[in-house]
């Protein structure tokens, strides 16, 4: 019972165009939603984060949008630049609850030069 | 401020040996955690505590122990160690339970 997927196991996209990874999550419960990227032999670091009162959050170059009816949430990123290469994990919790963080698969996102 | 930390870095064991991964925070941190990567299974959640003395399991917790007796350490035992254990091992922590985490380095685990 996967509760937060990312359907897309990676991306490319071309440097300076914008990219969109994108997360569904099944449990109406969850009030607290969260990006991170992780590059290789180096733990996951957090990007950017939304609380479900909220339907954008914009920090910089990335803009998460949350659309609670539809349980999705997207991660944009613009212009996309080489170190942006990295795999993209999102991440969801019932934070109000106490519950832990769920997070899913994850996305390859390759930018190209 | 060394976050979270972990050692050690790599590690390559045979089958049934056992051996402590230990992880170390020094933000005060109530909430810590232990994951494993692996291809195409995104973060597994293996150990949980919410405090000093409070231990919990998470989605994958066979063939590990932890044990939570400061707020800053938090080291996960590999009883008998099985190829299937073979992984990327993540601490974490945060200041409650569900809130952003910061995550360890990792650690490169290997079973033969």
């Known amino acids: 019972d996967q509760q937060v997927k990312q359907n897309s196991p990676s991306l490319s996209v071309q440097e300076g165009r914008i990219s969109i990874l994108n997360c569904d999550y099944t449990?109406?419960?969850?009030?607290?939603f969260l990006w991170y990227k992780k590059y290789p032999a180096e733990g996951p670091t957090f990007l950017i984060s939304?609380?479900?009162?909220?339907d954008k959050n914009e920090d910089g170059r990335f803009t998460v949008f949350l659309n609670k009816s539809a349980k999705h949430l997207s991660l944009h990123i613009v212009p996309s630049q080489p170190g942006d290469s990295a795999v993209y994990f999102c991440?969801?919790?019932?934070?109000?609850?106490?519950?832990?963080?769920?997070f899913g698969t994850g996305t390859r996102l390759t930018i190209i030069p | 401020n060394a976050g979270v930390t972990q050692t050690p870095k790599f590690q390559v064991l045979k089958t049934g040996q056992s051996m402590t991964l230990q992880c170390a925070q020094d933000?005060?941190?109530?909430?810590m955690s232990w994951y494993r990567q692996d291809p195409g299974m995104g973060l597994r959640l293996i150990h949980y505590?919410?405090?000093?003395?409070?231990?919990d399991q998470g989605e994958v917790p066979n063939g590990y122990n932890v044990s939570r007796s400061t707020t800053e350490d938090f080291p996960l035992r590999l009883l008998s160690a099985a190829p299937s254990q073979t992984s990327v091992y993540f601490c974490?922590?945060?200041?409650?339970?569900?809130?952003?985490?910061?995550f360890g380095p990792g650690t490169r685990l290997t079973v033969l």
């Open positions: 974490a922590s945060s200041y409650i339970t569900g809130d952003r985490q910061f």
């Open positions: 449990n109406s419960m969850f009030d607290y």
């Open positions: 939304i609380s479900s009162i909220k």
């Open positions: 991440a969801a919790s019932f934070r109000f609850g106490n519950e832990k963080l769920t």
């Open positions: 933000m005060n941190h109530e909430y």
């Open positions: 505590s919410v405090g000093a003395g409070i231990t």
